[in-house]
Protein backbone atom coordinates (compact mmCIF):
# COMPACT_ATOMS: atom_id res chain seq x y z
CA UNK A 1 0.00 0.00 0.00
CA UNK A 2 1.14 3.69 -1.54
CA UNK A 3 2.26 5.35 2.08
CA UNK A 4 3.18 8.67 0.29
CA UNK A 5 -0.93 10.07 0.77
CA UNK A 6 -1.29 9.10 3.80
CA UNK A 7 2.07 10.57 4.89
CA UNK A 8 1.35 13.87 2.93
CA UNK A 9 -1.68 13.72 4.37
CA UNK A 10 -1.07 13.59 7.74
CA UNK A 11 1.87 16.00 7.88
CA UNK A 12 -0.15 18.72 6.25
CA UNK A 13 -3.40 17.94 9.07
CA UNK A 14 -1.45 17.01 12.16
CA UNK A 15 -0.32 20.83 13.26
CA UNK A 16 -3.60 22.33 11.97
CA UNK A 17 -5.68 19.56 14.18
CA UNK A 18 -3.49 19.65 17.16
CA UNK A 19 -3.42 23.65 17.78
CA UNK A 20 -7.37 24.14 16.71
CA UNK A 21 -8.94 20.92 18.39
CA UNK A 22 -6.40 20.68 20.71
CA UNK A 23 -6.40 16.31 21.45
CA UNK A 24 -6.57 15.51 25.13
CA UNK A 25 -5.13 11.75 24.92
CA UNK A 26 -4.25 9.40 27.82
CA UNK A 27 -2.97 6.15 27.76
CA UNK A 28 -1.37 6.41 24.10
CA UNK A 29 1.68 4.06 25.91
CA UNK A 30 -0.28 1.24 25.83
CA UNK A 31 -0.17 1.25 21.81
CA UNK A 32 2.71 -0.94 21.24
CA UNK A 33 5.04 0.31 18.26
CA UNK A 34 5.34 -2.64 15.79
CA UNK A 35 4.21 -5.87 15.29
CA UNK A 36 0.27 -6.88 14.20
CA UNK A 37 -2.53 -4.57 16.51
CA UNK A 38 -6.22 -3.82 16.50
CA UNK A 39 -7.46 -0.81 17.31
CA UNK A 40 -11.40 -1.37 18.59
CA UNK A 41 -13.25 2.53 19.43
CA UNK A 42 -16.56 3.67 19.71
CA UNK A 43 -18.38 5.63 16.91
CA UNK A 44 -19.35 8.90 17.14
CA UNK A 45 -18.07 10.51 13.79
CA UNK A 46 -16.80 10.30 11.21
CA UNK A 47 -13.38 12.81 12.08
CA UNK A 48 -13.46 9.81 14.58
CA UNK A 49 -11.45 8.43 11.64
CA UNK A 50 -9.51 11.56 11.47
CA UNK A 51 -8.57 12.74 14.98
CA UNK A 52 -7.44 8.78 16.13
CA UNK A 53 -4.90 8.11 13.73
CA UNK A 54 -3.51 11.46 13.67
CA UNK A 55 -2.42 10.61 17.76
CA UNK A 56 -1.35 7.22 17.12
CA UNK A 57 2.67 6.70 16.08
CA UNK A 58 1.87 4.32 13.69
CA UNK A 59 -0.18 4.02 10.58
CA UNK A 60 -4.04 2.73 11.25
CA UNK A 61 -5.69 1.41 8.50
CA UNK A 62 -9.51 1.10 8.23
CA UNK A 63 -11.65 -0.81 6.52
CA UNK A 64 -14.02 1.31 4.54
CA UNK A 65 -17.30 0.77 2.45
CA UNK A 66 -16.72 -0.02 -1.23
CA UNK A 67 -19.28 2.54 -1.96
CA UNK A 68 -16.97 5.26 -0.53
CA UNK A 69 -14.69 4.56 -3.35
CA UNK A 70 -17.09 4.25 -6.42
CA UNK A 71 -19.54 7.15 -6.41
CA UNK A 72 -19.10 8.85 -9.66
CA UNK A 73 -18.29 12.54 -10.60
CA UNK A 74 -15.50 14.75 -9.07
CA UNK A 75 -17.19 14.39 -5.56
CA UNK A 76 -16.56 10.61 -5.87
CA UNK A 77 -13.30 11.38 -7.04
CA UNK A 78 -12.53 13.76 -4.23
CA UNK A 79 -14.00 11.39 -2.11
CA UNK A 80 -12.55 8.07 -3.23
CA UNK A 81 -9.07 10.24 -2.54
CA UNK A 82 -9.77 11.75 0.59
CA UNK A 83 -10.20 7.94 1.80
CA UNK A 84 -7.14 6.93 0.23
CA UNK A 85 -5.32 9.58 1.89
CA UNK A 86 -7.01 8.35 5.33
CA UNK A 87 -5.24 5.09 5.16
CA UNK A 88 -8.88 3.26 4.50
CA UNK A 89 -9.23 -0.35 2.37
CA UNK A 90 -12.39 -0.67 0.59
CA UNK A 91 -14.53 -3.26 1.14
CA UNK A 92 -17.50 -5.07 0.84
CA UNK A 93 -19.41 -5.37 3.91
CA UNK A 94 -22.90 -5.45 3.47
CA UNK A 95 -22.88 -9.34 4.40
CA UNK A 96 -22.48 -13.04 4.14
CA UNK A 97 -19.66 -14.01 1.96
CA UNK A 98 -19.13 -10.31 1.42
CA UNK A 99 -18.41 -9.73 5.25
CA UNK A 100 -15.93 -12.81 4.85
CA UNK A 101 -14.03 -11.30 2.56
CA UNK A 102 -13.85 -8.14 4.60
CA UNK A 103 -12.40 -10.40 7.59
CA UNK A 104 -9.73 -11.96 5.13
CA UNK A 105 -8.56 -8.54 4.29
CA UNK A 106 -8.21 -7.86 8.01
CA UNK A 107 -6.27 -10.60 8.51
CA UNK A 108 -4.13 -9.90 5.58
CA UNK A 109 -3.39 -6.51 7.10
CA UNK A 110 -2.56 -7.77 10.64
CA UNK A 111 -0.11 -10.88 8.76
CA UNK A 112 1.64 -8.05 7.53
CA UNK A 113 2.56 -6.66 11.01
CA UNK A 114 0.06 -3.27 10.44
CA UNK A 115 -2.36 -1.91 12.52
CA UNK A 116 -5.63 -2.33 11.62
CA UNK A 117 -8.30 0.14 13.10
CA UNK A 118 -12.04 -1.07 13.80
CA UNK A 119 -15.34 0.39 14.44
CA UNK A 120 -17.12 -3.22 16.42
CA UNK A 121 -20.35 -1.33 16.38
CA UNK A 122 -19.97 -1.58 12.67
CA UNK A 123 -21.36 1.87 11.99
CA UNK A 124 -21.92 5.32 13.76
CA UNK A 125 -23.69 5.72 16.66
CA UNK A 126 -27.32 7.12 15.94
CA UNK A 127 -27.56 9.10 19.30
CA UNK A 128 -24.28 8.93 21.03
CA UNK A 129 -25.52 5.64 23.32
CA UNK A 130 -22.93 2.57 22.62
CA UNK A 131 -24.31 -0.29 20.89
CA UNK A 132 -24.07 -3.93 20.61
CA UNK A 133 -20.43 -5.22 19.09
CA UNK A 134 -20.37 -7.20 15.32
CA UNK A 135 -18.41 -10.64 16.43
CA UNK A 136 -16.20 -10.08 13.34
CA UNK A 137 -13.33 -8.39 16.01
CA UNK A 138 -13.20 -11.48 17.69
CA UNK A 139 -12.06 -13.64 14.36
CA UNK A 140 -9.64 -11.19 13.93
CA UNK A 141 -7.99 -11.47 17.36
CA UNK A 142 -8.15 -14.92 17.92
CA UNK A 143 -7.06 -16.16 14.38
CA UNK A 144 -4.62 -13.41 13.81
CA UNK A 145 -3.11 -13.54 17.61
CA UNK A 146 -3.12 -9.68 17.67
CA UNK A 147 -3.73 -7.73 21.02
CA UNK A 148 -6.48 -5.57 21.03
CA UNK A 149 -6.38 -1.82 22.35
CA UNK A 150 -9.72 -0.54 23.35
CA UNK A 151 -10.53 3.09 22.24
CA UNK A 152 -12.63 5.54 23.84
CA UNK A 153 -13.53 8.87 21.63
CA UNK A 154 -14.88 12.22 23.27
CA UNK A 155 -16.80 14.92 21.83
CA UNK A 156 -16.50 14.26 17.82
CA UNK A 157 -20.55 13.87 17.74
CA UNK A 158 -20.59 17.21 18.72
CA UNK A 159 -17.68 18.80 16.53
CA UNK A 160 -19.30 16.88 13.43
CA UNK A 161 -22.65 15.24 13.50
CA UNK A 162 -23.65 13.37 11.04
CA UNK A 163 -24.46 15.17 7.89
CA UNK A 164 -22.24 18.36 8.86
CA UNK A 165 -18.91 19.06 7.07
CA UNK A 166 -17.65 21.75 8.18
CA UNK A 167 -16.83 21.09 12.00
CA UNK A 168 -17.22 22.68 15.33
CA UNK A 169 -14.08 24.21 17.05
CA UNK A 170 -13.89 22.65 19.88
CA UNK A 171 -11.62 19.84 22.15
CA UNK A 172 -11.26 16.31 21.18
CA UNK A 173 -10.26 14.01 23.79
CA UNK A 174 -9.70 9.81 23.59
CA UNK A 175 -8.64 7.51 25.89
CA UNK A 176 -6.29 3.88 24.80
CA UNK A 177 -6.69 0.83 26.90
CA UNK A 178 -4.59 -1.06 27.91
CA UNK A 179 -3.58 -4.53 25.78
CA UNK A 180 -6.45 -7.46 25.36
CA UNK A 181 -5.84 -10.66 24.44
CA UNK A 182 -8.79 -13.76 23.26
CA UNK A 183 -8.16 -16.83 22.36
CA UNK A 184 -9.94 -20.24 22.03
CA UNK A 185 -12.15 -21.53 19.03
CA UNK A 186 -13.10 -18.97 16.11
CA UNK A 187 -16.05 -20.91 14.63
CA UNK A 188 -17.73 -20.78 18.22
CA UNK A 189 -20.09 -18.59 17.84
CA UNK A 190 -21.11 -18.34 21.61
CA UNK A 191 -17.49 -17.64 22.38
CA UNK A 192 -17.53 -14.92 19.78
CA UNK A 193 -20.27 -13.06 21.34
CA UNK A 194 -18.51 -13.45 25.04
CA UNK A 195 -14.85 -11.76 23.60
CA UNK A 196 -17.06 -9.00 21.85
CA UNK A 197 -19.04 -7.83 25.04
CA UNK A 198 -16.06 -8.08 26.71
CA UNK A 199 -14.59 -5.64 24.14
CA UNK A 200 -17.61 -3.63 24.39
CA UNK A 201 -17.75 -3.81 27.93
CA UNK A 202 -14.55 -2.31 28.16
CA UNK A 203 -15.08 0.54 25.49
CA UNK A 204 -18.06 1.32 27.81
CA UNK A 205 -16.05 2.00 31.16
CA UNK A 206 -13.73 4.00 29.51
CA UNK A 207 -16.57 6.20 27.65
CA UNK A 208 -19.22 6.56 29.99
CA UNK A 209 -21.36 6.13 27.62
CA UNK A 210 -24.71 4.08 27.58
CA UNK A 211 -25.19 0.99 26.25
CA UNK A 212 -28.14 -0.41 23.71
CA UNK A 213 -27.97 -4.07 23.50
CA UNK A 214 -28.90 -3.71 19.83
CA UNK A 215 -26.83 -3.37 16.89
CA UNK A 216 -26.64 0.44 15.98
CA UNK A 217 -28.49 -0.33 12.44
CA UNK A 218 -31.47 -1.80 13.79
CA UNK A 219 -31.29 1.90 16.08
CA UNK A 220 -30.39 3.59 12.60
CA UNK A 221 -33.36 1.76 10.86
CA UNK A 222 -35.85 2.40 13.87
CA UNK A 223 -35.33 6.39 14.14
CA UNK A 224 -36.14 6.28 10.52
CA UNK A 225 -39.59 4.83 10.72
CA UNK A 226 -40.15 7.04 13.29
CA UNK A 227 -39.16 10.04 11.41
CA UNK A 228 -41.25 9.17 8.68
Known sequence: MNNLPYGILRAFLTPFLMILFR?????LRNVPGNGP???ASNHLSFSDSIFMPLVVPRKVTFLAKSEYFTSP??????KKLTFIALGQVP???SGGRRSEAALITGLKILAEGKCLGIYPEGTRSPDGRLYKGR?????LA???GAPIIPVAMFNTEKIQPTGTVVPKVMRVGMIFGEPMYF??????LLHLRDVTDKIMSTIQEMSGQEYVDIYATKAKKSLDEDES
Request: net charge neutral; charged share 30%; no cysteine.
Open 135 to 139: TGIAR
Open 183 to 188: EGDSTD
Open 91 to 93: VDR
Open 23 to 27: PKVKG
Open 142 to 144: IES
Open 73 to 78: GPKGLL
Open 37 to 39: LII
